[in-house]
């Protein structure tokens, strides 16, 4: 009798076990430095909304803006290492790999369209292999944007203008060559630090798209809106390969299809602040320019030939993704 009772009691508490295994909840962390807002902050909770409705709700993914996780070499460590879950970098590509350099080259992006394209073209065939091959596995192609100048020194024009400016840039050390040649004094700084730099005078200016100037305030320390759509970067939702490998078959199938079910919504929402931002950025006070893009275009003349010397397959590179420009 005490036997039966026994397996009896064994059953049911193997029982209990299994159903909490197939009703347990997956907890993944999302970092990432944009503001809350920003538009990484509304592709990263979309991001996370779509997961938890394709899953039934048992694939939870947190939402870290801010840098709350760090900055975006800390996040890119911590990932690496397996302890967040997701990243979301952008300019810091090129600091893991040289081939993500391209994307600083002046004006190779024409427009949305053309980055579209070039995901499409060579997402699978150049990018993935090359980050993969260094430990971060690409699984969305998303949008930082159009990047423009704000400064509190003067309009930005012409290059010439940039002349002993103290410009603000991501790590990577082509946006630090195309400024340099440009006449700027840039230099790298975690995006956390760049309010409190503007606003005491460390630094001149920065340059990001427009929704990063809004949702970090920047109109608050920045008088100048310089229209110079000088770099168009892509932003990536990456994991680590083995932490990946740790998800069961159905939580890496919803989250692959949902970072690539995510580009064009990426997109779309990064096209869309900037078409409302620009008023807005204008009513809070700043001064508003275009800037001469054909002056800039052939002041860069000199960083393309570099990037294709410089780096292995860097002219291919730039041949390729010019021939999708359609």
Not at 32 to 44: L, R
Not at 177 to 199: C, D, H, I, R, W
Not at 201 to 217: R, T, Y
Request: with cysteine.
């Amino acid at each position: 009798m005490r036997s039966t009772m026994l397996c009896a009691t064994a059953l049911a508490v193997s029982m209990t076990l299994t159903a909490a295994a197939a009703n347990a909840q997956t907890v993944l962390r999302f970092g990432h430095v944009g503001e809350v807002g920003s538009h990484f902050d509304v592709a990263g909770n979309e991001f996370a909304k779509r997961v938890k409705e394709k899953s039934g709700g048992k694939i939870e993914v947190q939402v870290f803006p801010s840098s709350q996780l760090g900055n975006d070499k800390d996040m890119l460590q911590k990932m690496k290492l397996g302890q967040i879950d997701f990243f979301l970098p952008s300019s810091i590509m090129s600091s893991v790999t040289p081939e993500f350099g391209v994307f600083d080259m002046p004006y190779i992006i024409k427009d949305r369209d053309h980055a579209a394209r070039v995901m499409a073209e060579m997402g699978d065939s150049v990018f993935r292999p090359a980050a993969t091959a260094k430990g971060v596995m690409i699984l969305g192609f998303w949008e930082n944007g159009f990047r423009q100048i704000t400064n509190n020194v003067r309009p930005i024009v012409k290059p010439d203008d940039l002349k002993g400016v103290k410009l603000r840039t991501p790590r990577g050390e082509w946006r630090l060559k195309m400024f340099q040649s440009y006449g700027a004094n840039p230099s790298p700084m975690a995006f956390s630090e760049v309010f409190t730099a503007l606003k005491t005078g460390v630094m001149d200016g920065q340059e990001n798209p427009l929704i990063n100037v809004w949702s970090a305030k920047f109109y608050e320390v920045q008088k100048y809106l310089s229209m110079t759509g000088h770099v168009y970067i892509p932003a990536y939702i990456v994991t680590s390969p083995n932490t990946f490998k740790s998800w069961p078959a159905d939580v890496q199938k919803i989250i692959s299809e949902t970072a690539v079910e995510m580009e064009p919504f990426a997109r779309e929402a990064g096209k869309n602040f900037d078409d409302d931002l620009l008023g807005k950025l204008k009513e809070k006070g700043m001064a508003v320019n275009e800037a001469d893009k054909e002056a800039f275009v052939n002041a860069s003349k000199g960083i393309y030939e570099e990037f294709g010397t410089s780096v292995d397959g860097g002219k291919a590179l730039i041949d390729q993704i010019s021939a999708l420009r359609g």
